[in-house]
C-alpha cells in the first residue's frame, strides 16, 4: 500500500492542525493504521494507532487527550487532529500500515509507510 500524508504546517502554540493519510494500492480496511513522529535528532516514536474498522484507538501518553486518530474506509485515509500542540510536538510526522491486529508501537512492526509532513510549533 502507498501512503501520501499531508497537512503538517506552522503553528502557535495552543493551535490545532489536522494531518490527513491516503493510502492507495492494497485494500485499506486490512490495515491497521498509526502516525509516529520523529523530532530532530531523536528516534521516530509512536503517536497514535486505528484499528482495522475505527472501533480500538490508542494513544501515547504525551498525546492523550489532545490528539485524535480516525480513519474512513470509504475514502481511503486516516487523519490525525491535533489540538492544543504544544512546541514539543514539533516534528515530522508519518503514518503506517499494519497489515496485523495485535496493539503495537513499535515502527518495525508497520509494514508501509508515508513520506512524512513536517509540523512545527512556535512558542
Known amino acids: 500500500v502507498q501512503l501520501q500524508a499531508s497537512g503538517g504546517g506552522l503553528v502557535q502554540a495552543g493551535g490545532s492542525l489536522r494531518l490527513s493519510c491516503a493510502a492507495s494500492g492494497r485494500t485499506f480496511s486490512n490495515y491497521a493504521m498509526g502516525w509516529f513522529r520523529q523530532a530532530p535528532g531523536k528516534e521516530r516514536e509512536f503517536v497514535a494507532r486505528i484499528s482495522r474498522s475505527g472501533a480500538n484507538t490508542y494513544y501515547s501518553d504525551s498525546v492523550k487527550g489532545r490528539f485524535t486518530i480516525s480513519r474512513d474506509n470509504a475514502k481511503n485515509a486516516v487523519y490525525l487532529e491535533m489540538n492544543s500542540l504544544k512546541p514539543e510536538d514539533t516534528a515530522v510526522y508519518y503514518c503506517?500500515?499494519?497489515?496485523?491486529?495485535?496493539?503495537?508501537?513499535?515502527?518495525?512492526?508497520?509494514?508501509?509507510w508515508g513520506q512524512g509532513t513536517e509540523v512545527t510549533v512556535s512558542s
Open positions: 503506517a500500515a499494519d497489515w496485523g491486529t495485535i496493539y503495537k508501537t513499535t515502527p518495525t512492526s508497520y509494514d508501509y
